[in-house]
């Protein structure tokens, strides 16, 4: 009887370290780290020259940020412009932390305000594509709309034969778009 309990508690313990190893995971997999400065659109291809580098070429210098949309609230908020293709992360300020281009989904939501629902830190979207840093926070039509990441990095039109709701971002900007809107982050959609 005795080797039958210490085999007992040896599973038991073992059981435990390895739920708290994936707690521990999870943990930091969801734990918000800080916001990087507001930055332009896109690679430095798309950017202006403005100092000499090393080699005597022009380095780029980032274009000017996007502003914020006038009609898109006050406080702390997420705003996706439809026109744009674009998203701000607001501060409570009301300046822009940051703001970064967007591939839209084949189903909008109408321009307002909205509230995240929930929030996967890896699925499989709609589309059959694995994504990370999913946040949603509209319905449309049956259709769930919210921001994500493909985990290969692609942002690519969206396919217009099928309704999917899903708004792709590059992975940093998935990443940055978790930390800032958890549950309950309010979400004004402009046109």
Known sequence: ?????????????????????????????????????????????????????QAGKKEQSPAAPAPVPAASGTGKRVVYALGAKRVWLVGADGKALRTFPVSPSTVNPAPG???????SV?????????????????????????????????????????KTGGIRESRDDGKALWDFALRGAKIVVVS
């Open 1 to 53: 009887m005795p080797a039958k309990s210490s085999t007992i508690v040896t599973a038991l313990t073992a059981a435990a370290l390895v739920a708290v190893g994936v707690l521990g995971y999870q943990a930091s997999a969801s734990a918000s780290a800080p916001l990087t400065a507001v930055r332009g659109d896109g690679p430095a291809a798309d950017r202006k020259p403005a100092a000499h580098d």
């Open 113 to 119: 305000a909205y509230a995240v629902t929930s929030r």
């Open 122 to 162: 890896s699925v499989t979207g709609s589309d059959g594509v694995a994504i990370e840093h999913v946040v949603r926070f509209a319905v449309v039509k049956g259709v769930v709309v919210g921001f994500s990441a493909a985990v290969d990095g692609a942002t690519p039109a969206p396919d217009g034969a099928k």
